[in-house]
């Protein structure tokens, strides 16, 4: 057994919650919200009657009530017919006394009637009531007519639990019966209308539990059954006595009738259990809150959310029910709470129950309790015209009905859950508290900030810190300055975290300033993490929110505008981890390489440039340091720009090897070498700045490579890929004089190159003679010269005859005229006497060619001379029939041309076909020609007034032929320099295409 709350159990719920919840005062901006009120109206449809109302029942679509006359009257709401009205006592034809009045709650097409007789009821004294009937009225046949339930006669019905699911117009469906002797029956009624005579309108009677047991005044005042919304065989029972509440919970079988038999056979053998409460008075209530939802399937459903129980002078008694089944399930009411009645609500004489409120009824006003707070919320006085207060009635659309002496309203409760947010809060219950609450409004925040404070104060700090991120309009500073102050990082970190998630792009100066700070904290924890834990198996939890957080689109963001000062934060906490991988992540490699290089490790900086998504996107990073890793590690940079190969370019990578010769090392100058010989050799790189550097650096390290490399480019000067002046200039600085015999040969300077080659050998210097033969200049003057530069060489250095006679034979430029000056006046003739002997025999067969070839240009020209006298006499033939080649017409109609080809024009057709192919000077002297020979004087005048003779005449005409007449225009040059010129002038072209079309 349940025993009632006491008062200090009363009192517990808010004094423990005031142990943890000091509440704030509420803006007095909530407290204009609209008040909770009740709206009531006069049903207008209802006329007013001469004699007083009695009993009132509803259902969602109909209404029905009673007269003291015993007249009933029945009103479809919604069907918007005339009220229907019943004289009891002529249908029945005798005098009687309406005891109760039931009615279906869903449609109203079920109306019970529990009557006595007035003779009875006059004749029983006051101790033993007077034997009930109970009669039965379906609405929904054309003409009502009461129809007395046979089965149940002799019981007095004090209570009827309709059955909400399972009924039609026709039958009520398994229906619960309360009798003012404890007895519950289960009944089913079925209405024939079709029948004219019924003998009993219940299918089945059957009594399925004694509540009273032996105690035979034990009445039923309430009964209410409903199924479970998520088992189809599970229904509960709520039962209500005078002073005992009783709930019933069992399985049942549906194909068997009564169906409800085998909840109540649960409690044959064990006590049912019950809330018992003192009641001096014969009269208590019991209502149920049905509320409507949308279920999965989107239909609207009607389900039991509260069940309150009154009884006078003691209070209310209200609960929840727990409306879905769980295994073990035996009790449905939870939640349980009692509401007092202060003196003036203790004499109720009805009440309903809202959704949040017990309106009780008294004769002269309505009072509103909160079954939340057991406070009033308000009273309201009733209209003394109507006459007294007799009942409240509620439908399970939220319509309320009040029923007076001589009228009934209709209203509702008006803003009844507007100020429940309010209620909530104050009992310290923030989720229903913004369950009850608009989102994003000044209440939402409202509650949220108690909810975070509440958190706070009972050092519910992570809790706390995600409550006050979510409020709007919250002084971010002091906020963040309460968690600062007390040394909670974890829940400040938490609040930035979720503050930082609502910032929109347009709040960027809030949002840097939070990254940044987030970093600074995360940083800080990761730094002691580092110091606490020698080893880090792993990756640990406060890395990967790290990572998480550096995931964030606004943190990117920000970090990418502010990336200097994030990495210096990074820096300062020596994070050379999370350094690398944020640079990475912004392509940011110039930030990672001078990392690397402030912490010694070249080789990774290195390493770093070879990868391909750095040497494509950000080529200029290798450049730039290119200095930095030569000084530090030649020989591994090196290897890496040989490994990239064609990735880079080696013209733009020489700038960055080129150092001055007081820094460059003799191991960076090697590498730098190999580095270049690379380039050359396999990269097949030919620019003059690559070949030039190389000589340089081979002058200084390596001049023994400078004539390797001079013979692999070659003689040719305009084949070779290196600066020849320059590189002249470092090998006379140097002293490498084979190597400048070759530059100035290249140049030109070939007595320049001979004497240096002199200097080393006469081989050489004949080589270099040689060279200056095969030169595309071939001067024979200057090759002559510089042989004699080797024979007076070799006369004067050597004073050796024989030599000087070996070399005359060797070059067939100089003969011993050329060299004899050079010998000494005392040398004998003898040794010179072969020689001369020579030289006289080749003068003489120069002359002897060169009189055969005048003779034989003197029979030249005589050939000539014979050839054009016989030309002058060549004619041809012109037959009648002959025909111009442009025109076709006769050829001697006109003047024309003949050429030796055989083709033939006339003068004019001919000036006509060349036109298009002559400059304009030209057309224009031939216009000229042609006015001066073809005017009708016998003397042609011109402008300056002297006459044309024949001589002159003849003199024009030969002009013109020279013009127009030089070669055949269809076998001459003309044709063959035009051959692609279009068929259509492009002036032409557009009237021909029109043409065709």
Same mark, same amino acid.
């Given at each position: ?498 503050? +930082?998630? *609502?910032?929109? &792009?347009?709040?960027?100066? =809030?949002?840097? $300033? %939070?990254?940044?700070? /987030?970093? @600074? ?86 390493? +770093?440039? *070879?990868?391909? &998504?750095?040497?494509?996107? =950000?080529?200029? $990073? %290798?450049?730039?340091? /290119?200095? @930095? ?369």
């Amino acid at each position: 057994m349940v025993t009632p709350p006491n008062n200090q159990s009363k009192s517990s719920l808010m004094s423990d919650l005031e142990n943890h919840f000091t509440l704030l005062g509420i803006d007095d901006e909530f407290e204009k919200d609209e008040h909770p009120t009740l709206s009531l109206a006069k049903l207008k449809s209802v006329p007013t009657v001469s004699t007083k109302y009695q009993f009132m029942v509803i259902s969602e679509d109909s209404i029905a009530f009673t007269t003291v006359n015993n007249i009933l009257s029945y009103l479809n709401r919604k069907a918007a017919k005339k009220i229907e009205e019943i004289d009891i006592n002529k249908c029945l034809g005798y005098s009687c006394k309406i005891k109760h009045l039931f009615m279906d709650p869903v449609f109203g097409y079920h109306i019970l009637i529990s009557l006595t007789s007035s003779s009875n009821a006059n004749s029983m004294s006051a101790s033993v009531a007077p034997p009930c009937d109970l009669f039965y009225l379906n609405t929904s046949t054309p003409n009502y007519k009461l129809k007395q339930m046979n089965k149940i006669r002799g019981h007095d019905v004090t209570a009827v639990g309709w059955n909400r699911l399972n009924f039609t117009s026709q039958s009520s469906g398994p229906i619960l019966f309360g009798t003012s002797k404890g007895l519950i029956f289960e009944v089913e009624i079925m209405s024939e209308p079709d029948k004219f005579f019924q003998s009993n309108v219940e299918t089945y009677c059957r009594q399925v539990f004694d509540i009273g047991k032996t105690n035979t005044t034990t009445v039923i005042t309430g009964i209410e059954f409903y199924r479970f919304s998520n088992a189809s065989d599970r229904y509960f029972i709520i039962v209500t006595t005078i002073s005992r509440l009783y709930q019933f919970v069992g399985k049942t079988n549906l194909d068997e009738k009564p169906f409800l038999v085998s909840v109540f056979n649960n409690y044959l053998h064990i006590p049912e259990g019950f809330l018992e409460m003192p009641n001096d008075n014969d009269w208590s209530q019991l209502q149920i809150c049905f509320l409507k939802k949308t279920n999965d399937s989107g239909k609207i459903v009607t389900y039991p959310k509260s069940v309150a129980w009154h009884i006078k002078e003691v209070g209310v008694t209200f609960a929840e029910i727990k409306s879905e089944w769980e295994e073990g399930t035996s009790n449905v009411l939870i939640h349980n709470r009692h509401l007092d009645h202060t003196p003036s609500e203790s004499i109720a004489i009805s009440f309903i129950l809202t959704e949040f409120h017990v309106l009780l009824l008294n004769v002269d006003k309505i009072t509103a309790l909160s079954v939340l707070n057991k406070e009033i919320v308000f009273t309201q006085a009733g209209n003394e015209g109507y006459g007294k207060n007799i009942s409240l009635s509620r439908d399970t659309d939220g319509n309320i009905f009040l029923l007076s002496d001589k009228a009934i309203h209709e209203g509702k409760f008006i803003h009844e859950d507007k100020s429940i947010w309010k209620v909530y809060l104050d009992m310290g219950d923030f989720s229903l508290a913004k369950k009850n609450c608009e989102p994003n409004s000044k209440k939402f925040s409202l509650i949220m900030e108690k909810e975070a404070e509440h958190l706070f104060n009972r050092k519910m700090f992570m809790e706390s810190a995600s409550t006050y991120a979510q409020i709007e309009g919250l002084s971010f500073e002091v906020t963040a300055l309460k968690f600062l102050e007390i040394g909670q990082i974890e829940a400040l970190k938490l609040y930035l975290l979720k503050t +930082l998630e *609502k910032l929109t &792009s347009l709040e960027s100066a =809030h949002i840097t $300033l %939070i990254t940044l700070w /987030l970093l @600074e904290i995360f940083e800080k924890q990761l730094a002691d993490e580092r110091h606490n834990s020698e080893v880090l198996r792993g990756q640990s939890q406060l890395q990967e929110s790290f990572e998480t957080f550096l995931s964030l689109p606004n943190v990117q963001t920000c970090i990418r505008n502010n990336k200097e000062t994030a990495y210096n934060i990074m820096s300062s906490h020596g994070d050379s981890h999370n350094l690398i991988k944020l640079a990475a992540s912004f392509n940011d490699y110039e930030i990672i390489v001078r990392h690397y290089l402030e912490e010694d490790q070249v080789l990774s900086a290195i390493n +770093l440039l *070879k990868e391909d &998504s750095v040497v494509f996107k =950000h080529k200029n $990073l %290798i450049y730039t340091f /290119l200095p @930095e890793f030569m000084s530090l590690a030649p020989k591994d940079t090196v290897l890496i720009l040989k490994k990239l190969g064609h990735k880079i370019e080696p013209l733009s990578v020489l700038p960055y090897l080129i150092f001055p010769s007081d820094v460059l090392t003799d191991n960076e100058a090697i590498e730098v070498i190999n580095y270049l010989e690379y380039c050359i050799h396999s990269l097949h790189c030919l620019e003059e700045p690559i070949h030039t550097y190389l000589i340089t650096l081979y002058a200084k390290y390596k001049p023994d490579k400078i004539l390797q490399y001079l013979a692999t480019q070659g003689q040719d000067p305009s084949m070779v890929n290196y600066e020849i002046r320059y590189a002249l200039k470092l090998c006379r600085e140097i002293g490498l004089t084979e190597a400048c015999v070759q530059l100035s040969a290249m140049l030109g300077l070939w007595e320049n190159a001979v004497d240096l080659a002199l200097s080393i050998s006469k081989d050489l210097a004949k080589q270099t003679v040689q060279m200056a033969s095969q030169s595309p200049t071939n001067n024979v003057e200057l090759c002559k010269k510089l042989w004699l530069k080797i024979a007076k060489h070799v006369v004067n250095e050597h004073n050796d005859i024989k030599e000087a006679m070996k070399f005359l034979q060797q070059c067939d430029l100089i003969k011993i005229e050329d060299v004899l000056p050079f010998f000494n006046d005392f040398v004998t003739i003898d040794h010179f006497k072969d020689a001369i002997c020579s030289s006289l025999q080749e003068y003489n067969q120069n002359i002897e060619m060169l009189r055969e070839e005048m003779d034989d240009a003197s029979k030249s020209a005589s050939m000539i001379r014979s050839d054009i006298q016989a030309f002058k006499h060549r004619y041809t033939v012109i037959q009648a029939s002959d025909l111009c080649c442009s025109c076709n017409i006769q050829l001697l109609l006109r003047p024309f041309y003949i050429f030796p080809c055989s083709h033939y024009f006339h003068t004019d057709c001919l000036i006509r076909e060349l036109k298009p192919y002559l400059n304009e000077s030209d057309v224009t002297r031939i216009n000229h020609l042609q006015s001066q020979l073809y005017v009708n004087s016998p003397a042609i005048s011109h402008s300056d007034g002297v006459s044309n003779t024949p001589s002159t005449k003849e003199q024009i005409k030969q002009e013109l032929d020279q013009l127009i007449a030089s070669e055949c225009f269809f076998c001459g040059s003309i044709t063959i320099d035009h051959i692609d010129r279009p068929f259509i002038e492009d002036d032409e072209f557009e009237r021909i295409r029109l043409e065709w079309e």
